[in-house]
Each structure stands twice: as C-alpha cells, then as structure tokens.
C-alpha cells in the first residue's frame, strides 16, 4: 500500500486501449487548488494534489491524480516526476493520498503545443498487469510564464511635468528556452501614491509588435508606478517591479 515516486515522462506515452478495470473509484479530486498551472523556461514546477481512493481490489502501484489530452484510454499525459503519499487509512477499503507531480519545461518531449486546456485523469495499477484510469471531470490551464519590465523618468520630476512610462512584455517559449516579445499585448498601467497600500489602475497601453510599452502621464503626486498584465488563456498574469517617482 506504500507511495512512491513514478519517475518516467509520459507527455505523450499512451495507454493501452481496454486496460482499464473496474471496482476503483476515485473522488475528493483537488488539483493545484484549481488554479493554472504557470510554467517558465528552466525551473522546475511542483504542482500540488490531493484525492481519495476506494476499492476493495489489491494495487501495486502508487495512485496518481494528473493532466491528460486526448482519449481517457489512449491520453497523452502531462508530468516528469509524480510523488504520492503513502495512504492514509480512512477505513478497510478507503485511502486518501496527497502528491506532488513534477513538470520540468526543459525536457525534449514538452514544448510550446502543451499551452492550452487539459483534463485531470486518477489511475492506480491493480495486480495482475491491470489499471483503473478515471476522467474526473475536471480541467486545468498549463499556460506560459510572462515577465514585465518598469522604468519611469525622469526621476524627479516637477509637479504638473509628464512622466515617461516604458516596459517590455516577453513570454516563456518552451522550444527555445527563451523569453522573447510578446507584442500586441493589453497592459495596464498602475500607480500606488506614497503612503497608500495598494495600486490602482490609470490606463491601459497596447504593446507594439516588439513587446515594448510607453505612454505618457501627468505629474501629480509621489510614488510608484508599475505594469500589470492579466493573461490569456495560454499565457500567464504578470506584473513589473515597481519604479518610484519624487514629484517636487
């Protein structure tokens, strides 16, 4: 009944079609508190689950819960590396497990293709050379990592004189390992006066076909200005640092 480590990529490996066996069941189904999964160019990503499992059949490999495409029978699937828990006894036939799955954006096998929607499947391997694969009705965004750059001048500034904002938007490009420009983009620009806690939004600026972003505002006051950009559905959100102003 121990967890384990599953440690093969399977991005693209296949089921085979009619392995899968009956009196398994699988609910309680978190992933990744259901947020999108966000992934740059070399850092590895840990993307937490939890289920629960219930059978009264004898398994030998490690329940997993993890992204799938394609047929639940023949689906290609989305990790590096899959951690799971050893059970936790609920009762005879019940067992919760909690898992760390692994994606790693520097392996040959995953690319730009794997941005987009993918649904979550549970399997655990039976006795016998035969597995239980459930869909569970659930979906999850894989979506590329997106960085912002900040500078305000001139720094300072006279009350009432313009103020220069410019930035870049790149995107993570998971064939080349690189963050090139992402133009075309929708970006707010934000602004937190000194002493205030938190930022508001001033306008919104388009970026060229470079990535690259400037606008012009008035000086009023000190403090802070930033970009913020709210993702798409293969791209994640973003937001510079901040660049500080003294209006005088």
């Known amino acids: 009944m121990a967890g384990g480590a599953a440690a093969a990529f399977t991005a693209v490996a296949a ?81 919760d497990f909690t898992e760390t799955l692994v994606i790693d954006p520097t ?38 990592n997106t960085r912002l750059t900040v500078n305000a001048s001139p720094e300072p500034v006279d009350q009432g004189k313009p103020i220069t904002v410019t930035g870049k938007v790149t995107r993570a490009n998971w064939d080349t390992h690189k963050y090139p420009s992402y133009g075309g983009r929708k970006v707010s620009l934000q602004f937190q006066p000194e002493g205030a806690t938190s930022y508001t939004t001033v306008k919104a600026v388009y970026a060229d076909s470079s990535g690259g972003l400037r606008t012009t505002v008035t000086a009023g006051a000190s403090g802070t200005w930033r970009w913020r950009y709210y993702g798409n559905s293969t791209s994640g959100p973003s937001t510079s640092s901040g660049d500080h102003v003294v209006v005088q």
């Not at 947020?35 to 499992?53: L, N, T, Y």
């Open 15 to 95: 089921v085979p079609a009619g392995a899968a066996e009956n009196g398994v069941s699988f609910t309680r189904v978190k992933f990744n508190a259901g947020e999108p999964i966000v992934i740059g160019v070399s850092q590895e990503v840990e993307v937490p689950a939890s289920f629960r499992m219930t059978t009264t059949r004898r398994w030998d490999g490690g329940p997993t819960v993890f992204p799938y495409r394609g047929n639940i029978d023949s689906s290609h699937e989305l990790w590096n590396t899959i951690f799971t828990s050893d059970c936790i006894r609920v009762s005879a036939s019940v067992c």
């Open 107 to 144: 392996h040959y096998d995953f690319g730009n293709e794997d941005a987009g929607t993918w649904k979550i499947a549970a399997r655990v391997f039976l006795e016998g050379d035969a597995h239980d694969m459930d869909d569970e009705g659930l979906t999850v965004q894989v979506k590329r």
